[in-house]
Each structure stands twice: as structure tokens, then as C-alpha cells.
């Protein structure tokens, strides 16, 4: 796919492509279109984890509606890849409130615990 980004890990594939007019919204389609050839070769995508997510600091960005063959295909503000969460203006927001929530929730389970092993008879 030339002038598209191509990244493949496991079970998971990212295209990527820049996006400066209609005509480049029209090739990031036609890119998604040729994942036609895993249906050929009997291979399942799963439409229901398929993201689309803009990064972009303009104001004023390009949107245009992709489908991944028959289903259109969510357009996202929040994306996970790997372990990290990125926002569409790249930063690290929505990780710091994932991350800051995590550790809430075991400093609570971690209080309970020992609240209750220092309430025993002995």
C-alpha cells in the first residue's frame, strides 16, 4: 500500500496513512478495502475492535467516514495500543485517570485487607 503504514503484531494491525485532503481520505478507504484478501484466505478481522482515531492538534481536522466492508468502522477520541492510552491530541490524559483510578482501587483493597487482619483474635 504506498504512502500507507503498515504495522502488524500478533493479532493486531494498525494502518496508518497522513491525512491532508479529501483525495488522502479516499486512499486511507481504498487501504482498508485491500484487507479484502484475509476474507480469501479465510482469516476473521473483528469489525466490533476496529477503531479509527485522528491524532491532530488542528482545530479544524478532516473527518471522513471509513468502512471496514460492510460495517462503518467507530471513530474514536481514546485509543488503547498496548498498554498506554493516547487521546486524539496525543497526550497521556485519559492514562494518568486509567493508571491513577488502578491504584485507587488496590490502595482500597489493600486497606480492607489489612484492616481486617489487624481486627483478628489471637
Given at each position: 500500500?504506498?504512502?500507507?503504514?503498515?504495522?502488524?503484531?500478533?493479532?493486531?494491525?494498525?494502518?496508518?496513512?497522513?491525512?491532508?485532503?479529501?483525495?488522502?481520505?479516499?486512499?486511507l478507504?481504498?487501504?482498508?478495502?485491500?484487507?479484502?484478501?484475509?476474507?480469501?484466505?479465510?482469516?476473521?478481522?473483528?469489525?466490533?475492535?476496529?477503531?479509527?482515531?485522528?491524532?491532530?492538534?488542528?482545530?479544524?481536522?478532516?473527518?471522513?467516514t471509513?468502512?471496514?466492508?460492510?460495517?462503518l468502522?467507530?471513530?474514536?477520541?481514546?485509543?488503547?495500543?498496548l498498554?498506554?492510552?493516547?487521546?486524539?491530541?496525543?497526550?497521556?490524559?485519559?492514562?494518568?485517570?486509567?493508571?491513577?483510578?488502578?491504584?485507587v482501587?488496590?490502595?482500597?483493597?489493600?486497606?480492607?485487607?489489612?484492616?481486617?487482619?489487624?481486627?483478628?483474635?489471637?
Amino acid at each position: 500500500m504506498p504512502g500507507a503504514t503498515i504495522k502488524i503484531f500478533d493479532d493486531d494491525a494498525k494502518i496508518s496513512r497522513a491525512i491532508n485532503s479529501v483525495d488522502h481520505c479516499i486512499l486511507l478507504q481504498s487501504d482498508i478495502e485491500r484487507t479484502q484478501g484475509c476474507k480469501a484466505n479465510c482469516m476473521k478481522l473483528n469489525s466490533g475492535k476496529t477503531a479509527l482515531i485522528t491524532f491532530t492538534s488542528n482545530t479544524n481536522a478532516l473527518y471522513y467516514t471509513r468502512e471496514l466492508w460492510d460495517p462503518l468502522i467507530t471513530q474514536t477520541d481514546t485509543i488503547k495500543d498496548l498498554v498506554v492510552q493516547l487521546d486524539s491530541k496525543l497526550h497521556f490524559h485519559a492514562h494518568v485517570d486509567y493508571i491513577f483510578s488502578q491504584s485507587v482501587r488496590m490502595l482500597g483493597l489493600t486497606r480492607n485487607v489489612t484492616n481486617s487482619i489487624s481486627t483478628l483474635d489471637r
